[in-house]
């Protein structure tokens, strides 16, 4: 892994406590692929207008529009990381079922275990 990559990993892991697997494959055949997620890692990252735990949601909800579970826990797992709450995340999802209906609350469910379990580190989509 490159000095770059290696960098960009620490940052994601430092900011959301884990960094997304994809960042790590892409990462690896594309060096220059960091220079994106570099891009990604101050757009969402970092508090602004919108603190990142509600960037993380909307993200979250996002991937759950497109019935993507991976997406949805990645995202989840950031915006817990990043001080989200309970409440927060599964108001997230209660939005999730009023915009996408059933389809869309599915993609939810390997995220909704996780945060019933407490059990962030089992995700396949993420390092530590």
């Not at 995202?75 to 927060?88: F, I, Q």
Request: glycine fraction near 8%.
């Amino acid at each position: 892994m490159s000095k770059e990559t290696k960098e960009l990993t620490g940052k994601f892991v430092k900011k959301m406590g884990f960094a997304p697997e994809i960042m790590h494959v892409a990462a690896t055949m594309d060096p220059k692929m960091a220079e994106f997620y570099d891009f990604c890692d101050s757009s969402i990252q970092n508090d602004s207008a919108l603190p990142s735990k509600y960037k993380m949601l909307l993200v979250m909800v996002m991937g759950a529009q497109r019935h993507c579970k991976e997406c949805v826990v990645s995202a989840m797992r950031g915006a817990y990381n990043k001080g989200a709450t309970e409440d927060e995340i599964l108001e997230a999802v209660r939005c999730v079922a009023v915009a996408g209906g059933a389809p869309a609350v599915t993609a939810c469910k390997d995220a909704l275990l996780m945060l019933k379990e407490k059990s962030f580190d089992k995700a396949g989509c993420g390092r530590g």
